[in-house]
């Protein structure tokens, strides 16, 4: 996110300093960890600011070209797609960046502690005595990656809780705060959640949805109705 946010204000500022050298992809070796959307923007950004090479590493396995038989339609499709990012890279360094069913070991460094390099291991999804799926390391796979840039993009594990726990706001099992679609009330009188804070991470098109219906619930709260929409 440092990244990314740096990157984005240089780009809507031109006073701003965004060339702090720490968080500049240009010229560098980076590797992305993590295969989601924010992986997307971190391997698009870094081709854009010129770096040297990009690869991006994904601990899952590489989602089938078609539909598989337990995601039909109209649940959204699980499939290989190539986004912008990776069609970038692709333009530029002629392959998907992507690597999948890979783990990382170790970042490794010089020392003065500057980045050169990950240790990765390639995987395999088993199922452990609890019937949990968990990765167990290929013997043989362990190499080195060079990088000048990691960039860590693993996915939204829940909202801060410093001002839930503040509030003492109710979470459900995703360490989300509890409040329902369309009502938005927690268990705290007069406290209301809305977009990721609630429903987990998302999109912009619902935090659009859920801060304007939360608004609504805040007006019928203070002014006993309401006609917002
Ligand atoms: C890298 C990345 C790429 C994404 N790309 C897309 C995309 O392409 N399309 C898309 O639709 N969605 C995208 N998303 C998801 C989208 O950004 C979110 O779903 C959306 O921003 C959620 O809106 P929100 O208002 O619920 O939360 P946020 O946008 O996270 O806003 C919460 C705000 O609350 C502030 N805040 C936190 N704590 C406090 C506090 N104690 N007091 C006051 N303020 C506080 C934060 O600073 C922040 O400004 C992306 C997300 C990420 C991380």
């Not at 924010?38 to 600011?49: L, P």
Request: with cysteine.
């Amino acid at each position: 996110m440092d990244f990314l946010t740096t990157n984005t204000q240089y780009q809507l500022d031109n006073s701003f300093d965004g060339t702090n050298p720490e968080l500049n992809a240009t010229g560098k070796e980076v590797i992305v960890i993590g295969g989601g959307d924010t992986g997307t923007d971190c391997v698009g950004t870094s081709i854009r600011q010129g770096c040297k090479n990009v690869v991006q590493l994904e601990i899952m396995p590489q989602p089938p070209m078609e539909r598989a038989d337990n995601n039909p339609w109209p649940e959204w499709p699980k499939v290989y797609k190539m986004d912008y990012g990776q069609q970038e890279a692709e333009a530029t360094q002629g392959a998907d960046p992507r690597s999948y069913l890979v783990m990382t070991k170790e970042i490794l460094k010089d020392e003065d502690g500057n980045v050169t390099g990950l240790q990765i291991v390639d995987i395999t999804w088993g199922k452990n005595d609890q019937g949990q799926f968990v990765p167990q390391e290929t013997d043989g796979t362990l190499r080195t990656l060079d990088a000048q840039l990691i960039l860590l993009a693993m996915g939204f594990l829940g909202p801060e809780e410093k001002i839930i726990d503040q509030f003492k706001l109710d979470t459900d099992t995703r360490s989300n705060v509890k409040a329902d679609h369309e009502i938005y009330t927690t268990n705290v009188d007069g406290v209301f959640a809305a977009g990721d804070m609630r429903r987990g991470q998302s999109l912009v098109v619902w935090a659009i949805n859920e801060g304007r219906g939360a608004a609504r619930e805040c007006d019928r709260f203070l002014m006993g109705s309401t006609q917002l929409p």
